[in-house]
């Protein structure tokens, strides 16, 4: 069992076992924890689950929720140049993987 797991059936079994003590952040932690082990091993920079609520209803497009998912790039754009093939070339690849990430987190959602 990887850490995250391991972090998460903590987490569970401290908080969600524990009724009076389940607070509105742990929950967020939960999903948090969730998100980033459903996209373990997957180049995942940085993952995250947000409560959207307070933000306007029509910025979020009526979502309560949102997750984001970051990627680093191992190409950077040139500051004095216009871009080059490799920049490109990396942009389209880490585009690619993002989609493909993000139609993964969706099935995990539609199957939890």
Known sequence: MNI???LR???KRIFLDNPPF???DNIMNIHNLWVEETLAGRDIALAGFADLREIDIDARRGFPYGISIAMALTVLPS???EASIEYYNE???VS???REASAFQTEQIHAR
């Open 9 to 11: 059936e903590f987490v």
């Open 79 to 81: 500051i004095t140049e």
């Open 22 to 24: 389940v607070r509105y």
């Open 96 to 98: 690619a993987q993002l």
């Open 4 to 6: 995250i797991c391991e």
């Open 91 to 93: 942009y389209r690849r």
